[in-house]
């Protein structure tokens, strides 16, 4: 992730949901953390989770966002 944000540096203020340490792949047994939802300033995350589902190789994201 700290890669990630320092290709997007230069497009603004990026937050990364669900945050960092979060893993999402493999789905059945996660180690690594490949999912994100960028949410721009100013909108705010209000809550982020990666939900526990086995439907697919990765595990998904769900991210509730406040617009201003």
């Known amino acids: 992730t700290a890669g990630l944000r320092a290709q997007l540096a230069h ?3 990026y937050a ?3 945050g960092e340490g979060r893993k ?4 059945v047994l996660p180690t690594r953390a ?3 939802v960028l949410v721009p300033a100013p909108a705010r995350v209000e809550r982020a989770e990666v939900v526990r ?3 697919s190789d990765h595990r998904p994201v769900v991210v509730d966002i406040a617009l201003p």
Do not use: E, K
């Not at 999402?24 to 789905?27: G, H, L």
């Open 34 to 36: 490949l999912d994100v």
């Open 11 to 13: 497009f603004g203020d």
């Open 16 to 18: 990364l949901a669900p």
């Open 24 to 27: 999402t792949f493999p789905s």
């Open 53 to 55: 589902s086995w439907l």
